[in-house]
């Protein structure tokens, strides 16, 4: 399997991916921790793939994408974005649209 096919099959068997250093339960870089932050928040469910553990999956992403860094959310196949693009999203209210609006429970907390 090429690794365009290893991310079409995870973007197609995961309603919400993020491509990530580390993983959720440890994160690697701050980028990273921040949206893992903000989709445990959420109460989303997601996969994280730890591009460290694959060279190729770290550049194949960057080529999919075309989009230069990690972190990167994908939300029913769709490319979201970074982190600074979720984190505004997040803080607009937006994210937790995009979720409701493709169907994706969640569990966010009230607004206080």
């Known amino acids: 399997m090429s690794i365009k096919e290893f991310i079409e099959n995870e973007l197609k068997s ?3 991916v993020l491509f990530m250093k580390g993983t959720p339960q440890f994160p ?3 980028f990273s921790g921040q949206v893992v932050q ?3 928040h959420v109460g989303v469910g997601y996969k994280g793939l730890n591009v460290l553990e694959s060279p190729d999956l ?3 992403i960057k080529t999919y994408s075309s989009w230069p860094t990690i972190p990167q959310l994908y939300v029913k196949g769709e490319f979201v974005g970074g982190c600074d ?3 505004e999203m997040f803080q607009a209210g937006e994210l937790q649209k ?3 609006d493709k169907g994706i429970t969640f569990n966010a907390p009230a607004s206080a």
């Open 14 to 16: 995961n309603d919400v």
């Open 28 to 30: 690697q870089c701050g």
């Open 38 to 40: 903000i989709l445990d």
């Open 58 to 60: 770290r550049d194949g």
């Open 85 to 87: 693009i979720v984190r």
């Open 98 to 100: 995009l979720f409701s």
